[in-house]
Nanobody, 125 residues
Framework: EVQLVESGGGLVQAGGSLRLSCAASGFSFDDYAIGWFRQAPGKERRGVSCISNSDGYTYYAESVKGRFTISSDNAKNTVYLQMNSLKPEDTAIYYC??????????????????WGNGTLVTVSS
């Protein structure tokens, strides 16, 4: 059974930090990219960051570049998203997703094969 389990969300003040974790099981971790997406209230889900477990290639949305860092521990089948200098506009449900690496990592919502249930991040001003 495929599982993606997010953890690490919570309430933090603006300027603070959180680290999200995504623990994956039930598929060949090295053959997938893992991404973080977020959905704020009343808005569409958007890609935040992705990492290829094959070659380590990373992608960041412009809005988080320089503040968020994605990393992968292939031995633990876990991907992390370190979020620093958090802003109120980062408030959202953060979802972990897995994309099978066919040709290249796309980090696009509709390309994801599996999704987690999400973890809520709230940044207060």
């Amino acid at each position: 059974e495929v599982q993606l389990v997010e953890s690490g969300g919570g309430l933090v003040q603006a300027g603070g930090s959180l680290r999200l974790s995504c623990a994956a099981s039930g598929f060949s971790f090295d053959d997938y990219a893992i991404g973080w997406f977020r959905q704020a209230p009343g808005k569409e889900r958007r890609g935040v960051s992705c990492i290829s477990n094959s070659d380590g290639y990373t992608y960041y949305a412009e809005s988080v570049k320089g503040r968020f860092t994605i990393s992968s521990d292939n031995a633990k089948n876990t991907v992390y998203l370190q979020m620093n200098s958090l802003k109120p506009e980062d408030t959202a449900i953060y979802y972990c997703a897995a994309e099978e690496l066919i040709l290249t990592m796309t980090c696009l919502d509709y390309s994801m094969n599996y999704w987690g249930n999400g973890t809520l991040v709230t940044v207060s001003s």
